[in-house]
């Protein structure tokens, strides 16, 4: 019971105690977070890794979310017939042009504050988001399990989430449909969770509007992914993973993040890469704690593509080599 009493205090990031947010609801992160652990069982163990706000690093969880199990099923039935090996849609790494020429990051943001000055695309709430994590066993080999996500909130407060897998036979296709702020399925899309959730009017970040000054916009980071004060790039690079899964950026905000991205200490240009979804755009690689993180950024706009975490040194005992991917997403308007 100590175990299960501690999992469940993890998964609240609202403690009695905290200095922000006192005795407030959980946000729908969370809740899905605190869903996943009551539907876990302890028999089936796996070690998944999960972003933090410290870091990439392998938590140990209560065995596979019921809907990842069968989202595993599904897959394996998809691309594998009777007799042949399961197939997951674990994504090669992203590979930068050889041909292309770095474009520096302050570069990008003077393209980015231009791009700006019309104003559109405009702030939304919500995400739509592809994105791949490892999964790894110390008694199975590693799998990737690919899902996308749409959020959408509404005018009184309440939002809708709806996550599906994606097909591992066309990696980096979306399998959601989202016309007219209505996601719905097509044909090869399999629900892993459908939910609708209350109104909610938290003033705090990320729920908050991202503010358009670079100092604010930092501040909020922090405060948005639980960092310490002066985070490193590796730390600073969660929190955008964190206000991007929360909204979906307008020029205005893309400008701003661009601004601050482009002072970050060891995220240096390194060329054109073409993203999983098929988009251009420019590669920023930050090494770290055994990883490298590589940002993608519209060329034009200076938007944030996407983000990609691989592996650069081995480790023998869960079957990960230098080079594999531990996880990307891929955002969408």
């Known amino acids: 019971m100590a175990d299960e009493l501690e999992l469940l205090r993890r998964a609240d990031p609202m403690p009695v105690d905290g200095p922000h947010y006192g005795d407030g609801p959980l946000d729908h992160n969370a809740e899905r977070r605190l869903a996943e652990l009551l539907g876990r069982r302890p028999a089936a163990r796996r070690t998944w890794l999960r972003r933090t706000a410290a870091g990439h690093r392998a938590r140990l969880a209560w065995g596979l979310v019921a809907a990842a199990v069968v989202t595993a099923v599904t897959l394996a039935l998809v691309v594998s017939g009777p007799g042949t090996p399961p197939a997951v849609a674990a994504p090669r790494p992203l590979v930068v042009r050889a041909d292309s020429t770095p474009v520096p990051l302050k ?135 964190v206000l991007l899964d929360h909204w979906t950026l307008g020029a205005r905000e893309s400008a701003t993040l661009a601004r601050l991205l482009a002072g970050a200490e060891g995220l240096r240009p390194v060329g054109q890469v073409t993203d999983r979804l098929g988009r251009r755009g420019q590669a920023y690689v930050y090494e770290g704690s055994g990883t490298r993180r590589m940002l993608i950024m519209d060329p034009a706009t200076g938007a944030v593509l996407g983000l990609e975490t691989t592996f650069t040194k081995a480790d023998p005992e869960y079957g990960v080599r230098a080079g594999d991917v531990m996880d990307y997403s891929a955002w969408m308007r």
């Open 107 to 241: 570069v990008l943001a003077e393209r980015a504050a231009a791009a700006a000055d019309g104003g559109v695309p405009e702030l939304r709430k919500g995400t739509h988001v592809q994105s791949w994590s490892m999964g790894m066993s110390d008694d199975e080999p590693p799998v990737t399990l690919p899902e996308e996500r749409v959020v959408r909130w509404k005018a009184d407060g309440s939002h809708t989430e709806l996550v599906v897998a994606t097909d591992p036979r066309h990696p980096g296709r979306p399998v959601l449909r989202d016309d007219g702020g209505d996601p719905h399925l097509v044909e090869d899309g399999h629900v892993i969770s459908r939910q609708t959730y209350p109104p909610s009017w938290s003033d705090a970040p990320p729920e908050s509007p991202p503010p358009h000054d670079v100092a604010r916009l930092r501040a909020y980071l922090e405060e948005a992914a639980s960092l310490r004060t002066a985070p490193d790039t590796g730390e600073l690079l969660d929190a955008v993973d």
